[in-house]
């Protein structure tokens, strides 16, 4: 767990095909779904390869947890009161190709490229959501 923010953003319930991605993170465990026909890799987690066309067969993988920012977004005007703002909102391109949706945390300027890392926001019910911490921290905003 890493400095979390009180007020947790809103997760959606598991389903039959995202069970197995939440489940990882409740031992702080990144994953992605990998073809075990072609071993394409893919997030988030989908009942199709989408690089073969393969209808199940499909795992989910750990994967190193590197990644690097794709592009990103300060919020500073929350859609709920109680969440602190500013806050940034990213793609990360893993390491190993998939792009996650995410947060930089804790928050401070990035750029594009900058490297990152996964970290975890503990959930209240056992689940964590992975959010990303800069590894080059030179700027804090405060
Ligand atoms: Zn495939």
Redesign the pocket.
């Known amino acids: 767990m890493t400095d979390q923010p009180q007020h947790l953003p809103d997760v959606p319930a598991a389903d039959d095909l995202t069970a197995p991605w939440w489940d990882a993170t409740r031992e702080h465990r990144l994953t992605v779904q990998r073809?075990d026909?072609?071993a394409?890799v893919q997030h988030p987690p989908r009942a199709v390869?989408l690089?073969?066309g393969?209808l199940g067969g499909l795992s989910q993988v750990d994967v190193s947890g590197a990644g690097e920012v794709d592009s990103f977004t300060v919020v500073h005007r929350g859609p709920r009161p109680d969440l602190a703002t500013p806050y940034t909102i990213a793609r990360v391109r893993l390491a190993e190709g998939p792009i996650l949706l995410t947060r930089i945390h804790p928050h401070q300027e990035v750029a594009i490229d900058d490297p990152v890392e996964v970290a975890w926001w503990d959930l209240p019910d056992g689940r964590a959501l992975p959010v990303f911490r800069p590894l080059n921290r030179t700027n804090t905003t405060p």
Do not use: E, F
Request: proline share 0%; aromatic share 0%.
């Open positions: 073809c026909g072609c394409a390869c690089a073969c393969t």
